[in-house]
């Protein structure tokens, strides 16, 4: 008998088979490099980003982490103008030409949900150094055990 997949499968599949494809684009423009976010308010922006075109990495869902005017921001950009949810503007390199790894993204109101991102290069669940999930997980962390 045949074994149907489920719908987390199929979402995983369709994961792999967009990364391998933007990967195969980005490798063609320079920038091959997969940027993770393993921890967000809004679920819609974890996952996998690979480049699409100059300064725009897409994820499975169709959330787009962008540059624009010498800043970075995560939103939904299928529309114009977009609508950003989480910027790196506060604390962030400015005019940087790869996404900023490690910095403080801040929730952008109204579309941004607490907690902020992190972008990664390392894999989520892979237990990288780099395996960041929010700030508020690298706060906790950081406090004392309690006894």
Known sequence: SRVHATPMRSQQRWI???AAWAAMAAAE??????YYVCAAGDPRFVGAYAHTEATTYVNANGMALFRHNSFWYLGDARDWPPATAYR??????RG???PPVGAA???AEPHGIDPAPTLSVVPCGSGGSDDAGTREDDEEEDAPAEL
């Open 29 to 34: 423009d320079g920038d091959a490099t997969i």
């Open 88 to 93: 790196c503007v506060v604390d962030c390199p």
């Open 16 to 18: 792999a088979l967009a």
């Open 96 to 98: 940087q030409a790869t």
């Open 105 to 107: 993204f801040t929730v």
